[in-house]
C-alpha cells in the first residue's frame, strides 16, 4: 500500500525585488479582505507572491525588509 508521509513546512525564500522590472504590490480580495504582498512585473502583470499579510505590523516588515517606500493595492 501507500505510505503516508507528512509534508515538511518549506518557508518561501524571499524573491529578488528589482525596482526597475517590478513594483511592490498588495493583492486583496473584495470577498474575504484577504490580502497578499509581492511583487508585479511592470511590462506582463503576472504578480509573485511573498507573504501572506494579517495586519499593519506584517505590511510594514514586507516594506522594511525590501526596502519598499510605496506599494500599490490590486483587487
Known amino acids: 500500500m501507500f505510505a503516508c508521509r507528512k ?4 518557508e518561501k525564500r524571499p524573491a ?10 498588495l493583492r486583496c480580495s ?6 497578499v504582498a509581492g511583487f508585479q512585473d511592470i511590462r506582463t502583470g503576472q504578480f509573485a ?8 505590523a506584517d505590511l510594514q516588515k514586507f516594506m522594511a525588509q525590501y ?6 493595492k490590486i483587487y
Open 7 to 10: 509534508k515538511s513546512k518549506q
Open 16 to 25: 529578488a525585488f528589482d525596482p526597475a522590472r517590478q513594483r511592490a504590490a
Open 30 to 35: 473584495i470577498c474575504t479582505g484577504e490580502q
Open 49 to 56: 507572491e511573498v507573504m501572506l499579510i494579517h495586519g499593519e
Open 67 to 72: 526596502g519598499v517606500q510605496e506599494i500599490v
